[in-house]
């Protein structure tokens, strides 16, 4: 926020009030005052702690009430302080805070690279006035970035935004962005041949630093390399949809890369009526149904070792035989062999898709 904007309009305020008013930082600082003597000055030592503690609440202290800008977070940015400790030096105070808040607010959406990246993301900046505002901005298009999309889950707090601020604090090359109350993003720059066990370390470290701290559990999605700032959007989408795949197809991730969904991607976009459509084509009625808890978890640890009935059979620490049986019985109820691959193919896909319709009715029952 420019202090020259604040200060053209702290000298209107005095004009029509005739109180003495400014601004203070998050240090106590006076960044901009209608006595342009005192700008530069701290205020009382304590004051930044008084004002957080106040939660957005006018603060009395010194001869003057202060008020912290709307929109801070676990600490504020900017606070508002008027000459006086009377209830109309509070009124005025609250006004002041609301007035300079729209004019931050403004300034922002025009000359603030956060906000810039945010409504590219967003789709809320039309494609052909990227370059334009780019320019503006002096925002480099070239380097590649990648958005990871940090969506806390059960319980949040505002506080995760500072420490995601903290782990990446370089506001030239990353980007940290607050788009809900539960969705955090950020926008990292990187090497265009990145590898993606680095872009999952990064995730790790967010989610481990957040849990840590705050004790709230995160799932975050990674997009693929957006190779200039017009591809942000889509690497925000997919990091979207990792975190809707993962939920559906790797339950126990927390971490969920975009570009490894593989199978789970296309079936998540398939209409619902197609994939019923298959599950009545590839099994009989009540076939699927048939099979208990313990038929299915040998179908699956069957496919974790690559169809071969000797390692798995030696996982599942049953005898060869035993395990033929139960392939014998699954193709006598489904019709499918899942020794031979072009089954298993099938049948592997069904089991996915079977879990796709069960997570859209029970979105559908919420």
Same mark, same amino acid.
């Given at each position: ?13 005095? %004009? ?13 600082? &006076? ?13 009382? =030592? =304590? ?38 400790? =009377? ?48 320019? !503006? ?43 809900? !109350? ?33 004790? &709230?559990?995160?799932? &975050? ?9 017009? %591809? ?8 979207? &949809? ?68 000797? !390692? ?55």
């Amino acid at each position: 926020m420019s202090n020259r904007l604040f200060q053209g309009v702290l000298l209107q305020i005095k %004009e029509a009030t005739g109180r003495t008013v400014g601004v203070v930082d998050a240090d106590g600082e &006076i960044i901009a005052c209608s006595d342009t003597l005192r700008v530069g000055k701290v205020v009382e =030592d =304590d004051i930044s702690s008084d004002i957080n503690d106040a939660g957005g609440r006018a603060l009395v202290s010194g001869g003057s009430t202060y008020c912290a800008l709307a929109n801070w977070g676990a600490t504020y940015e900017y606070a508002v302080f008027v000459e006086g400790e =009377d209830r109309e030096g509070g009124e005025l105070c609250a006004l002041a805070a609301i007035t300079l808040g729209v004019a931050k607010t403004a300034y922002d959406e025009k000359h603030d690279k956060a906000t810039f990246i945010k409504n590219i993301i967003l789709d809320n900046i039309l494609p052909g006035d990227i370059h334009v505002r780019a320019r !503006e901005l002096h925002v480099d298009e070239a380097p590649p970035h990648v958005v990871f999309l940090i969506r806390q889950v059960d319980k949040t707090d505002i506080a995760a935004l500072d420490i995601l601020h903290s782990l990446f604090p370089d506001k030239q090359h990353d980007v940290v962005l607050n788009l809900s !109350e539960t969705d955090l993003a950020l926008v990292k720059e990187v090497r265009g041949n990145v590898d993606p066990l680095e872009l999952k370390k990064v995730a790790y470290a967010i989610e481990e630093t957040i849990n840590s701290e705050l004790y &709230i559990k995160t799932v &975050i999605g990674i997009g693929s390399v957006a190779e200039n700032v017009k %591809e942000l959007a889509r690497s925000y989408k997919e990091a979207q &949809i990792a975190i809707d795949v993962g939920k559906v197809f790797d339950t126990d991730k927390t971490v969920v890369s975009y570009e490894t969904l593989g199978l789970g991607r296309l079936i998540y976009q398939l209409p619902t009526t197609m994939c019923q459509m298959f599950m009545s084509e590839v099994f009989k009625k009540g076939s699927l149904e048939g099979l208990d808890q313990e038929t299915l978890f040998t179908i699956l640890k069957f496919f974790e070792n690559s169809l071969n009935v000797s !390692e798995t059979s030696r996982k599942l620490f049953v005898h060869r035989n035993t395990l033929v049986y139960r392939l014998e019985k699954i193709k006598k109820i489904t019709g499918l062999d899942l020794r031979e691959f072009d089954h298993a193919i099938v049948f592997k896909v069904a089991l996915m898709v079977r879990r796709y319709l069960t997570a859209r009715e029970e979105e559908m029952k919420n």
